[in-house]
Nanobody, 125 residues
Framework: QVQLVESGGGLVQAGGSLRLSCAASGRTFSTYVMGWFRQAPGKMRDFVAAIDWNTGTTYYADSVKGRFTISRDNAKKTMALQMNSLTPEDTAVYYC??????????????????WGQGTQVTVSS
């Protein structure tokens, strides 16, 4: 089993920044891709970004490209999502996820076996 715990959510004004963190523990060697998803009220859970745990290769949704940066610290078993130039449309619960699969599969929910509990991000206009 892999346990994931997110932190860093909160309330920010439009144009501001937030940094989310995800701490992984347990059998982390069984997973090699980690990702961030988000879910706004009444909407489906959407892919945000993913990173290969070993190579550092990243992949972003078009909606966040150029504004969000995903990173990982292998030694600390943590992953981060730096979010800049936030807009009200970024308001959602953000989930950390871990799993495995080829890069083409990273945007799919089914690629991920483990999920965190989520952290709320609210961007005010």
């Amino acid at each position: 089993q892999v346990q994931l715990v997110e932190s860093g959510g909160g309330l920010v004004q439009a144009g501001g920044s937030l940094r989310l963190s995800c701490a992984a523990s347990g059998r982390t060697f069984s997973t090699y891709v980690m990702g961030w998803f988000r879910q706004a009220p009444g909407k489906m859970r959407d892919f945000v970004a993913a990173i290969d745990w070993n190579t550092g290769t990243t992949y972003y949704a078009d909606s966040v490209k150029g504004r969000f940066t995903i990173s990982r610290d292998n030694a600390k078993k943590t992953m981060a999502l730096q979010m800049n130039s936030l807009t009200p449309e970024d308001t959602a619960v953000y989930y950390c996820a871990a799993g495995g699969g080829p890069p083409a599969s990273w945007p799919r929910i089914s690629t991920y076996d483990y999920w965190g509990q989520g952290t709320q991000v609210t961007v005010s206009s």
